[in-house]
């Protein structure tokens, strides 16, 4: 078998002599201590202490300083300057991927499989199926707080390169929190889960779930790696990815619904998701002109596949958007608004309208030579536009004014009208500026 | 072995790279050099497939390094300017991952680090920590990785800023030997004077265009630098020289002036009367052998005269 030398390298530096026996040792005087603190008590509370504690180490190894690790396992090589020799080598964006995530931490899996023995061994009453349940459930949850951390430092540098301070608390924070209420699940346990109709043993289906999204995140993993290693990805898994999550979402609705409102549930729940990960990508990703542009490069001398390399994420979701938009709308689904009237599809029209408004928001302020807290004006002004001045202009009396800065008004044709207005208005503002930016960089096209 | 065909290369508001193109043949030095901010580093990286240009294409090796970036890195060594290492692991291990990295195998991989520690002298080091390493050794350890699996091109990024002297002589020498073993180098500089024993090109890139793109021997033959020293200062040699044809770069030196000026003996001789026949108190009058500077120097400076 070919040695990942990417984990080697890990292994040299993160599993040295001295810390393979300090591990054990502090560990060990760890549960010592709390053995001789609990040795008195009845055998029930006794081994509740030593269950508690060892849970509590894991998820303080794994889980939180597993994750700091994974969040710096490619910034630290920027930092380092050692990032583009790795990038110049012949490792598979597979191979860098799993050696990433598994390299980095493995001095923290290290101590975390000592606690799980311990967990094992001290359990009593348990049978060996829910022990194995049990480590699975926790091997799982590290993995997926780890591999979120590095998926979103990954996102955070991506085609950046800037370094900042506290560049890697968003992803280790979102990794704690995703994998924090599965850590403090309580084996064993008899519940159960409907899912499509079917009941699971609930610890069965925590795993499956685990697996679910820690295998999606493992996926964005290498995508970005790919990228990182200058090859192309064209849109489709992402894409999928967004036909799929909803697929497991709607699993959870009532089993005697008939399989024409799960296909209406299916569509709307993929239209909020899809709006959701729209949003969050385009904060995400760049938006330089430059990638843009070469966009339009390969549009304008026909790239045929190569256009769907540098198709940002949210333009791909915004034409599935497009897509459950049209079959919402065909399909007339009823569904009750929040203000007690009929919410008819044309909102989720006008919904989409807006978001071609808003996304066109993010780019034009992004859209200079050196934008300067662009998506933090971005997000201010859609807050303005979307509570503000609907808000002032109800309070005056105009709800036909008000209706067209909500898309879900009742007042749709205004909504509508609105929608194209603002969105063309924008995207024109887009053009404009982009233009204005290309400068010499024409010549190029 | 390189070929690149108008190639852009853009950063939001500033276009590094406009409409480049060059070839460079097989076993050729090249000296890549330009003022800060020219576009130097945005071409090194671009032919080292760790940029991805707005358009044109680039062929290393024969390979297309827009469609296969991958395939590239196997064929190039490239070294930045600013550089990491590994300062926990020796230098042993630093050569090892380097091997295997790039796919060499196990049973190759001893003979491919002995033989790069080799190249860059430094096997008496192979148990030291990197991070124990004076910069010089530093550099030749980074050097080392770069070309440990035996690229046939290799590009340095400013390979000598912050040596000292000492250190930058033995890099020269190092880059002597590496090109006479065959590899294709292109080097990114501002200290010419060490690129010129062994450069056989040299690369000026200014604003993102290539200004000047030729073989070094070339550049004697039809132009060279004169010197002149004064027994004492005469302002007016100055306003004579510059009614003269043919003289360029006219420049104060410490003790006399120096131009560009052509190499022609006879031209030369001419001049030389010219000049004492209007009883300018020279004492010296000499070719200077044309330095990589010099041709550097007079190539910015018609640029910069004719913007």
Known sequence: ?445 | MIEVKNLFFEYPGKLALRDVSLKISKGEVTALTGPNGAGKTTLLRGLAALHQPLSGSIRVAGIDVISNPRLCHEKVGYLADFFGLYEDLTVKQCLMYMARSHSITADGEPAAVNRAAARLHIEDRLHQRAGTLSRGLSQRLAIAQAIIHEPAILMLDEPASGLDPEARSQLSDLFHELSTQGITLIISSHILAELEEYCTSMLIVDNGEIREHRHVSATPAKQCTIEITLSHEDDSLIKFLKTRPGISSLKTEEAGLSFVFSSEKAQQAELLQAIISHQFPICHFAERKTSLQDVYLAKVNTQESTT
């Not at chain 1, 990038?87 to 101590?111: C, D, E, V």
Request: hydrophobic content about 50%; aromatic content about 14%.
């Open chain 1, 1 to 445: 078998m070919k040695w990942n030398p990417e984990f080697q390298r890990n292994i040299w530096l993160e599993l040295t002599p001295h810390r393979l026996i300090s591990m054990p040792i502090v560990l060990g005087i760890i549960f010592l201590m709390i053995y001789l603190q609990m040795v008195y008590l009845l055998e029930e509370y006794f081994y509740q202490g030593i269950t508690i504690t060892a849970t509590f180490l894991f998820f303080i190894l794994v889980v939180m300083w597993g994750s700091k690790l994974s969040s710096e396992a490619i910034t630290s090589e920027i930092q380092d300057k050692t990032w583009d020799n790795q990038r110049m080598t012949t490792i598979s964006p597979w191979s860098m991927s799993w050696a990433k995530l598994f390299g980095s931490t493995i001095f923290t899996w290290y101590g975390g499989l000592l606690c799980i023995a311990v967990l094992t061994i001290s359990s009593s009453g348990i049978s060996v199926t829910d022990n194995l349940q049990r480590a699975s459930i926790f091997i799982l949850a590290g993995l997926l707080a780890q591999s979120t951390a590095l998926y979103i430092s990954m996102v955070q540098f991506m085609g950046r390169r800037q370094i900042w301070r506290h560049r890697n608390t968003l992803g280790m924070l979102l990794g704690i929190i995703l994998a924090l209420p599965f850590i403090q699940y309580d084996i064993p346990s008899e519940d159960t889960i409907q899912w499509f109709g079917k009941t699971y043993n609930q610890s069965s289906f925590i795993i499956f779930t685990l697996a679910f999204l820690t295998g999606w995140t493992i996926i964005g993993i290498y995508r970005l790696m790919r990228k990182e290693l200058q090859l192309a990805n064209t849109p489709l898994v992402w894409l999928l990815f967004l036909i799929i999550l909803p697929g497991y979402i709607v699993g959870f609705a009532e089993s005697d619904a008939d399989s024409m409102d799960q296909i209406n549930l299916y569509l709307l729940i993929t239209y909020f998701t899809t709006s959701l990960t729209i949003y969050l990508t385009i904060l995400a990703e760049p938006k330089d002109p430059v990638t843009f542009r070469r966009l339009a490069f390969l549009i304008h001398h026909g790239g045929g596949r190569k256009i769907l390399h540098h198709i940002p994420s949210w333009l791909s979701g915004l034409l599935l958007l497009g897509l459950v938009t049209l079959a919402i709308t065909i399909r007339d689904i009823p569904i009750a608004s929040p203000y007690n009237s009929p919410l008819i599809s044309l909102n989720f029209f006008a919904g989409f309208l807006f978001i071609i408004r808003d996304i066109g928001i993010f780019l034009f302020f992004n859209f200079s030579i050196k934008p300067k807290r662009a998506n933090t004006v971005s997000i201010i002004y859609l807050l303005l536009l979307y509570t503000v001045i609907p808000i002032i202009f109800l309070s005056l009396g105009l709800e036909p004014v008000s209706a067209a800065f909500n898309p879900w008004s009742t007042l749709k044709s205004i909504t509508i009208i609105s929608g194209l207005i603002q969105s063309a208005i924008m995207l024109y503002l887009v053009y404009y500026r982009w233009n204005a930016l290309s400068g010499q960089a024409k010549n190029a096209i």
